[in-house]
């Protein structure tokens, strides 16, 4: 048993208890049910299972079962807790007769996250029986709530419930139970089904019957059209009235992003309750589009039958004929048949499957699997030119949190905006749901190790559901590193996953050179030979840059660079000089190495030369910390730490010689006078100012040493800028 603090909370991790079965795989509540809060403040006591009482910003506070506490991927700690619906929040026409007191609550199967700083106090729900025997007064009327039925938060309500019973039983039977009871039959989840052997009739909602609901073969549908597929078994459904509204879900309704009107609180807390990174991360550092461009010239208007007009690959085709090699970059064939093989196999056979592919940035893994893909939609679009498989893409990079990746997911498979928790749910269903007319799904899962901060349970779902039998999933997951699989999930895990590896090695000179030759011939081909580069040049770009790193981005921005300079050269000549070239122009190594002083003084390493010392050195105790962690995350606190290990004591006299006055000037304000310990309120307006230019992405939480930081710009440019500056030099020399 150990004990933190955080916040004007403690929290207590109890081991935990032996012999405790892990129900399913999704069960990390199994753990999390260990952990007891403590509130500074009033000794507040929580934990799992217990009913709080949570801010609901204006008007009585909601009710709230706490369903688990869990180290968390948004913030340090999750609370987890599924709503009560109160009794004034629904309409008056829906809610039965017998559970119409001020006091009445329904359980609700909506799941969601709530801040620490939310939480208004403990209350007490009662069953029936109990709610009898308590008077109330003004002390406890508000915080004392009878509960007897489960609702789906909208108009329908189950039959009625003994709350005693289900609460002996456990918080984990209360969320199945309130799932199953709240929601309508046809959205069990199929994953169920297997469990129980025997498939019999659907059933009617029957309340506080443990037995499943289980659905024969035949009437499986799609998540897509649930609304219209449930419409009917709907109708002989016990309390339900005559349908004003269109039936909804408790899932369907968090989908709708406006707050519906039976759910406007709901949707607010959404918005408060959940810290996620700025909802627009600055993009301007990175040139790469989400968009799978196919060219304009891939494509060609023909009529159809229906004498529409469709575009088609036909162009693009004729050149992909089956004959016709497999066109790839340069130096990339052999990688790109791997993945050209695996993923025509996959999408052929309909099987879920999981690619792996690793390298250093700027190695074309990216730019090799976009033009892998795009020739499969023009070599699978064969019959009727209907595509056989859909495709998404998620950056890491911009996701907002790792969860939102579901989000994402989930918006693909059905158009609907729909909350990372719910749209787990859903994918969870969705997978295991058996749908022949469902067309493979090939997700590129790019940078992904961005998204494995603390949880990997994000990586471990789209490692896993390629292996779900109906998925139909193919996950080409990209990262920098050979062993993330190994290092973050168990060897029996990641040996049952059963990834396929494509290996992309950093470029050799000669490579290099071939991508860059390759590239140039292609702009003088569209300038019609008027731009001429020279052969020294080509070699001259190639060399320098691989001397720094096997990165093709970067010798590309280089020669892009050349060219421009060139140009620019030639325009700026007296017409006669140009007359006489007939437009013609060479690229010598001259503009080459124009190019190359340039780019390492591009717009970012230009700003961050121009960084105050303290804003340098927040910068380098990220690094560093990042370095030792392994996290791209960090919180700011544990930066500001990190500070105060680096420059505290020894190297702090030690710099103190070599600063400047403004510099020590800076120290003063952040450090006080005589205490040694940074503040983070001096840090505040360093690191907003970091974050508004795009650098760093920081979470809008209001407990600032809570808030996650991470880098927003390539880590190396980071690092290179900051060798090249004297005192930080030293700092990371470790690195
Ligand atoms: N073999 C290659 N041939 C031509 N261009 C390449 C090649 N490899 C990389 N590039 C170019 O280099 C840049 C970086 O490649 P990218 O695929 O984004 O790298 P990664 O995803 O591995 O970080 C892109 O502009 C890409 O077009
Ligand atoms: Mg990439």
């Known amino acids: 048993m150990s004990q933190k603090s955080l916040q004007g909370w403690r929290f207590e991790l109890k081991e935990p208890e032996k012999g405790t079965p892990r129900r399913s795989r999704r069960s990390a509540a199994a753990n999390a049910s260990q952990i007891r809060l403590t509130r500074d403040a009033d000794g507040l006591e929580l934990k799992k299972g217990d009913t709080i009482l949570v801010s609901s910003g204006s008007g009585p506070p909601d009710v709230a079962l706490i ?36 006091n009445d609550v329904f359980l609700t199967p909506i799941a969601e996250k709530i801040g620490l700083d939310d939480i208004v106090g403990p209350c007490t729900v009662l069953s029936a029986s109990q709610f009898a025997t308590v008077s109330l007064d003004s002390s406890n009327s508000g915080s004392t709530f009878r509960c007897q039925r489960f609702s789906d938060r909208d108009s329908y309500f189950s039959d009625l419930v003994d709350w005693d019973d289900y609460v002996s039983r456990g918080t984990e039977y209360v969320y199945e139970r309130v799932r199953e009871l709240a929601i309508p039959p046809r959205q069990e989840s199929p994953r169920k089904k297997k469990r129980t052997d ?10 506080a019957s443990p037995e499943l609901v289980v659905l024969s073969d035949s009437e499986e549908i799609d998540l897509e059209d649930l609304d219209s597929a449930y419409e009917s078994p709907l109708e002989d459904k016990p309390k339900r009235r005559e349908q004003k509204r269109k039936p909804k879900t408790a899932q369907k309704q968090t989908k709708s992003s406006s707050p519906s009107k039976s759910t406007p609180r709901i949707a607010r807390k959404a918005n408060n309750s959940v810290p996620v990174l700025p909802t627009v991360i600055r993009q301007k550092f990175f040139e790469d589009d989400n968009e799978l461009v196919i060219d304009d010239e891939d494509l060609q208007e023909v009529v159809d039958t229906d004498g529409k007009i469709v575009k088609t690959f036909r162009k693009a085709k ?7 090699k497999l066109q790839t970059l340069p130096c990339r064939d052999q990688e790109s048949a791997q993945l050209y093989g695996s993923l025509v196999d996959a999408i052929l056979s309909q099987q879920g499957r999981c690619i792996y592919v690793s390298g250093t940035p700027g190695v074309g893994k990216t730019a090799t699997i976009r033009e892998v893909i795009k020739q499969l939609f023009v070599n699978l679009a064969n019959d009727n030119d209907k595509k056989m498989f859909n495709y998404l893409e998620i950056n890491g990079l911009k996701l907002m949190s790792p969860p939102a990746a579901y989000e994402a997911l989930y918006h693909k ?34 940078e992904m190790d961005q998204i494995v901060t603390k949880n990997q349970t994000v990586m471990y779902n789209f490692f896993n559901w390629p292996t779900y039998e109906n998925s139909k999933l193919i996950v080409v997951a990209v990262a920098n590193t050979m062993d993330l699989p190994e290092r973050l999930l168990t060897n029996k895990i990641s040996s049952r996953l059963g990834l396929t590896r494509i290996q992309f090695p950093g470029y050799t000179y000669a490579q290099l050179s071939e991508i860059i030759k390759h590239r140039l011939e292609k702009i003088e081909r569209a300038n019609e030979n008027k731009l001429v580069i020279s052969k020294d040049a080509i070699e001259f770009a190639s060399r320098k840059v691989a001397s720094v790193s096997g990165d093709a981005r970067r010798s590309l921005v280089i020669c892009v660079r050349a ?23 060479t690229v010598g190594i001259m503009h ?21 010392f303290a804003a340098k050195m927040v910068l380098v105790a990220f690094l560093l910390r990042r370095k030792r962690t392994g996290s791209a995350e960090l919180p700011l606190g544990e930066i500001i730490d990190e500070m105060n290990n680096q420059f505290g004591m020894v190297l702090f006299s030690e710099l103190k010689r070599q600063l400047s006055h403004e510099q020590l000037e800076m120290l003063e304000v952040l450090y006080g006078d005589e205490n040694s310990r940074l503040r983070v309120d001096g840090l505040g307006y360093i690191v907003r100012e970091l974050d508004e ?22 880590e190396d440019e980071i690092i290179g800028c900051l060798k090249r ?5 030293d700092l990371i020399a470790t690195m």
């Open 693 to 714: 230019s795009g650098v760093i992405a920081q979470q809008q939480l209001r407990a600032e040493r809570l808030r996650l930081v991470r880098l927003n710009v390539n």
């Open 198 to 207: 025997t498939p019999t009739k659907p059933k009617t909602l029957k309340t």
């Open 592 to 612: 080459v190495m124009k190019a190359v002083n340039e780019t390492t003084s591009t717009p970012l390493a230009n700003y961050l030369n121009s960084l105050s």
């Open 725 to 729: 500056d004297a005192l930080m030099a």
């Open 563 to 585: 060219l421009e300079i060139a140009e620019m050269e030639f325009l700026s000549k007296p017409q006669q000089e140009r007359d006489e070239l007939q437009g013609r122009y």
């Open 67 to 102: 369903r688990d506490i869990d180290f968390g991927t948004d913030t340090f700690l999750d609370v987890r807790v599924l709503w009560f619906m109160r009794r004034s929040e629904a309409d008056d026409d829906v809610v039965p007769e017998d559970s119409r007191l001020e």
């Open 318 to 324: 004729e050149k992909l004929l089956p004959s016709a």
């Open 413 to 446: 498979i059905s158009g609907d905006n729909v909350k990372a928790g719910a749209a787990l749910d859903l994918l969870e269903r969705h997978f295991e749901t058996r749908d022949e007319t469902r067309l493979p799904l090939v997700v590129l899962l790019d």
